[in-house]
């Protein structure tokens, strides 16, 4: 049962009814979807559309998770296990909200449509620091909770077990 | 320490964040649809007139779940990266199958919240068309999706069964969790403000403020962009109802406003997840039909004069043409229509596209 715990991700023999229920499914939606580009090419040119879908995939695998990687291992290893989540938590919503906010921190938007006031209204630069304020109280507020709680005086003993995720 | 940090890479984290993104993706899919079907009726779909703020709800619930589904995404990819290097890559056919099928959904994925985010943005770095690329990759990662769900059924339930595990690792990965979902619920609460108007002193990283913009509210495309000025000014302009009926009617401004008015409330909804209710008072589209003799259940189409750029046509179906409701507005919130807002005339409908509310409206033909 600790075993089980303990478990990475790993990859188990897929449940074959579950699989081909799956793919009685699936495929007619994914053949669909596939069809209907390669019928309208005029909407969506090929080459352009892989760069994106497939360069999507590879911004991830190749960049973001290796640097997300260095990150756990130079900064995250190193600070004690009560801190670590509270740092976790900032790192992680500073860098989701700086990218869901990129397009109007450079303004994307306005530089199309440059006599639409209504368009990217905010200054978003400010706006994000704001966001990441906010995300930084509350990774601050969770850090000083767990002080608190690490150093009150447990009445149960360390550990084994405890449940899952 | 060690074990700690790398916890997170762990079936019970993945499996409660594949069921988050399950349930948020599901959302999307369906709400796109109703958007699409709305956009382009087609296998027989008619758009109902009412509830009037339906696609209000719907498109505002499509765009926050979209983002809201971000830091869930990576959070989870984050949680199965060490599977990708896993050796061997299959160990069965089986497995194969599952494997090859988490690429168009991963690849999916990252493309479907990419792109709309980039598109809420009006930023276009790409050549392909957006509304139809993003609708038919919505197909290829829904049934990646229930590919995937149908392979890791089995897996998913065991990750959910309470099983026991040092409390440190217990721990963090709660952390994790908390942090993912904590992060989609922020990213909400700071984007719902277009849509919602309680929030729309919060919604620092949505593009639109519902409440920014010409007598009060946002506009898609304006008149300098879409050329109508002169047109829009012009003292020769008539507005003419024609195609399917008895008499062909021309009217002047003057005497478009000397006919019987009519106000309603209705919101404006915009494809990009913003919304706002204004009070809006014209002429009702079914007077103005019962006038010219058409037949009883007409459809019509709506014609702008602006002269280049998208949407310069849409059609009222049965419903949203004898509604009540469904207006040629002259006036918003008591004043003439601002320029970008459609002066002299624009149509206004319950629960329609904010791209269907046809600006500077020359005609109305019967069908």
Redesign the interface.
């Known amino acids: 049962m600790g075993e089980d715990a303990h478990r990475l991700v790993t990859d188990d023999e897929p449940n074959h009814v579950g699989l081909a229920v799956g793919l009685v499914i699936g495929l007619p939606m994914i053949g669909f979807g596939v069809v209907e580009i390669l019928r309208h090419t005029d909407a969506t040119p090929l080459p352009n559309y892989l760069e994106f879908f497939v360069g999507g995939d590879i911004a991830h695998d190749a960049l973001i998770a290796p640097i997300a990687a260095l990150v756990a291992y130079c900064v995250l290893r190193r600070v004690p296990a009560v801190g670590r989540g509270p740092l976790r938590a900032f790192l992680f919503g500073a860098v989701i909200v700086i990218a869901i906010a990129w397009p109007g921190i450079r303004m994307y938007g306005r530089m199309r449509a440059p006599d639409n006031a209504t368009v990217q209204p905010l200054d978003y630069a400010t706006a994000t620091l704001t966001v990441v304020g906010v995300v930084g109280v509350i990774a601050i507020m969770w850090f000083i909770g767990a002080l608190l709680a690490a150093r009150r005086p447990r009445d149960r003993s360390q550990g084994f077990p405890s449940s899952d995720p | 320490?060690?074990?700690?940090?790398?916890s997170v890479?762990?079936?019970?984290?993945?499996a409660?964040l594949g069921l988050a993104l399950g349930i948020t993706f599901t959302i999307c899919f369906l709400t796109g649809l109703y958007s699409h079907f709305a956009q382009h009726p087609s296998w027989g779909f008619q758009l109902p007139s009412r509830p009037a703020g339906l696609y209000r709800v719907t498109q505002g619930v499509h765009v926050v779940t979209g983002?809201a589904s971000?830091?869930l995404l990576?959070?989870k990819?984050?949680?199965?990266?060490?599977?990708?290097f896993?050796w061997p890559p299959?160990?069965?056919v089986?497995?194969a199958?599952?494997?090859i099928?988490i690429?168009?959904l991963?690849?999916?994925a990252?493309?479907m919240v990419?792109?709309g985010?980039?598109n809420i943005?009006?930023?276009?770095p790409?050549?392909?068309?957006f509304p139809?690329?993003h609708f038919?990759?919505?197909?290829?990662v829904?049934?990646?999706?229930?590919?995937?769900?149908?392979?890791?059924?089995?897996?998913t339930r065991?990750?959910f069964?309470?099983?026991?595990?040092?409390?440190?690792?217990?721990?963090?990965?709660?952390?994790?969790?908390?942090?993912?979902f904590?992060?989609s619920a922020?990213?909400a609460l700071?984007?719902a403000g277009q849509t919602l108007r309680p929030l729309a002193r919060l919604a620092?990283?949505a593009?639109?403020?519902p409440d920014?913009?010409?007598q009060g509210f946002?506009?898609?495309?304006?008149a300098?962009?879409t050329g109508v000025i002169a047109l829009a000014r012009s003292p020769s302009y008539r507005f003419t109802v024609d195609g399917k009926v008895e008499r062909t009617m021309a009217f002047t401004l003057a005497e478009l406003r000397a006919l019987p008015q009519h106000s309603a409330t209705l919101p404006i909804t915009c494809v990009e997840g913003w919304s706002t209710n204004q009070r809006w008072t014209g002429v009702r589209v079914r007077d103005l039909l019962n006038m010219g003799g058409a037949a009883r259940h007409a459809r019509a189409r709506v014609q702008s004069f602006q002269p280049y750029g998208s949407y310069t046509v849409s059609e009222l179906d049965n419903w949203q043409t004898h509604d009540p409701d469904t207006l040629l507005a002259l006036q918003v919130n008591g004043e003439d229509l601002a320029l970008d807002h459609g002066y002299p005339l624009r149509l206004i409908a319950p629960n329609r596209p904010g791209v269907m509310q046809t600006k500077w409206v020359k005609t109305l033909t019967v069908l």
């Open positions: 320490v060690s074990e700690a940090v790398d890479h762990n079936e019970g984290v993945a409660r983002l971000i830091p990576f959070a990819l984050w949680s199965v990266y060490p599977r990708l896993r299959v160990t069965s089986a497995h199958i599952e494997r099928a690429f168009p991963v690849a999916g990252i493309f990419f792109t985010l980039a943005n009006l930023w276009y790409w050549r392909f068309n139809d690329t038919r990759t919505a197909w290829i829904m049934g990646a999706l229930a590919i995937h769900i149908g392979a890791k059924i089995s897996t065991a990750a069964r309470r099983t026991a595990a040092p409390r440190a690792v217990v721990t963090e990965r709660r952390q994790f969790l908390a942090t993912a904590g992060m922020l990213v700071f984007t620092l990283l593009p639109r403020r920014v913009g010409p946002p506009v898609n495309a304006t300098k962009e």
